[in-house]
């Protein structure tokens, strides 16, 4: 639904670097709400005996911008006929939570489910509250469930479909993010993430330790947090380059994977699912706002 994060890098350090840098809080930062955009996905999942089941991943940043992709897809109709049945938010970062209220106003009593290392600013956040400091605000009361997941364990969301909360310190104040885990008929097994702070590496690593037939990876969507700012550092760079140990045979990237590491994964032959480039999306290069790929 959407990809993109923020409209310019430039803008966004600024912004972190007048609340003080990289490692303060991002309850603290002045954002500038025109750079605002958001990461949020549609995760349909079509089970064996045929039923769909749908969950949204993450809610966004801007909400006038997530207003406008929400019903640009069709999107807010399913969550308003109650047809998405739970918001799995990845992590607390601006770019994932910041628009919560724009779902909310379609299905105030979506269940939730976020890593139990969420600090209680989200939970604040999620029950409706204002941020000043960070020009976030949440005016609807969240009146679902909240499912928190810890971390390490493996929760069956449905039918070859799991959660895991993964535990580690993030940049801008947060701690923890979760991701999902689909074993795809036939295909076998998809990673689903946001940002990836958590690296595939230990995406990977989880799966073949905890999964049955998990030693292989077939297919990866979302964030691999590799060139987020816009420039590929040499660790980032060795870690695409990296990458190619897994033999992934799809790599639906996108969001903070980043443009330079996208264009090495091409150059260096990784199978990448292009997009249309359509609807604010930075690069036809990788899947963007507005684009499906299918697992099947
Ligand atoms: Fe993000
Ligand atoms: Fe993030």
């Given at each position: 639904?959407?990809?993109?994060?923020?409209?310019?890098?430039?803008?966004?350090?600024?912004?972190?670097?007048?609340?003080?840098?990289?490692?303060?809080?991002?309850?603290?930062?002045?954002?500038?709400?025109?750079?605002?955009?958001?990461?949020?996905?549609?995760?349909?999942?079509?089970?064996?005996?045929?039923?769909?089941?749908?969950?949204?991943?993450?809610?966004?940043?801007?909400?006038?911008?997530?207003?406008?992709?929400?019903?640009?897809?069709?999107?807010?109709?399913?969550?308003?006929?109650?047809?998405?049945?739970?918001?799995?938010?990845?992590?607390?970062?601006?770019?994932?939570?910041?628009?919560?209220?724009?779902?909310?106003?379609?299905?105030?009593?979506?269940?939730?489910?976020?890593?139990?290392?969420?600090?209680?600013?989200?939970?604040?956040?999620?029950?409706?509250?204002?941020?000043?400091?960070?020009?976030?605000?949440?005016?609807?009361?969240?009146?679902?469930?909240?499912?928190?997941?810890?971390?390490?364990?493996?929760?069956?969301?449905?039918?070859?479909?799991?959660?895991?909360?993964?535990?580690?310190?993030?940049?801008?104040?947060?701690?923890?993010?979760?991701?999902?885990?689909?074993?795809?008929?036939?295909?076998?097994?998809?990673?689903?993430?946001?940002?990836?702070?958590?690296?595939?590496?230990?995406?990977?690593?989880?799966?073949?330790?905890?999964?049955?037939?998990?030693?292989?990876?077939?297919?990866?969507?979302?964030?691999?947090?590799?060139?987020?700012f816009g420039r590929l550092a040499p660790a980032q760079e060795a870690a695409v380059r990296n990458m190619g140990k897994y033999g992934l045979k799809r790599i639906a990237c996108n969001h903070c994977t980043?443009?330079?590491?996208?264009?090495?994964?091409?150059?260096?032959?990784?199978?990448?699912?292009?997009?249309?480039?359509?609807?604010?999306?930075?690069?036809?290069?990788?899947?963007?706002?507005?684009?499906?790929?299918?697992?099947?």
């Open positions: 639904m959407s990809e993109i994060g923020w409209v310019d890098n430039d803008a966004l350090m600024a912004d972190i670097g007048a609340a003080g840098g990289i490692d303060g809080s991002q309850w603290g930062v002045p954002w500038h709400d025109a750079n605002a955009r958001g990461s949020c996905s549609l995760l349909e999942v079509e089970l064996l005996d045929g039923a769909r089941r749908r969950l949204l991943i993450d809610a966004g940043w801007n909400r006038d911008y997530m207003r406008q992709r929400l019903a640009a897809t069709g999107v807010d109709k399913l969550l308003a006929s109650g047809e998405i049945e739970t918001l799995f938010i990845t992590h607390e970062h601006m770019d994932h939570l910041f628009g919560l209220q724009a779902v909310l106003e379609l299905r105030p009593d979506i269940a939730i489910c976020v890593p139990a290392t969420f600090k209680p600013q989200g939970y604040e956040f999620i029950a409706g509250a204002e941020f000043p400091a960070a020009h976030a605000a949440n005016q609807i009361a969240h009146t679902g469930k909240v499912f928190r997941l810890e971390t390490a364990g493996v929760y069956q969301l449905m039918p070859g479909l799991a959660a895991v909360a993964f535990d580690l310190p993030i940049i801008l104040g947060i701690e923890g993010e979760q991701s999902l885990y689909a074993n795809v008929q036939g295909k076998g097994l998809v990673a689903i993430t946001g940002c990836g702070h958590h690296t595939l590496d230990r995406i990977a690593a989880f799966a073949a330790e905890s999964f049955e037939g998990g030693a292989t990876l077939h297919r990866v969507y979302g964030g691999l947090h590799l060139a987020p980043g443009l330079p590491a996208v264009e090495l994964m091409l150059a260096l032959g990784y199978p990448v699912v292009k997009g249309s480039g359509a609807d604010g999306s930075a690069s036809d290069l990788y899947v963007g706002n507005g684009d499906s790929v299918a697992f099947d």
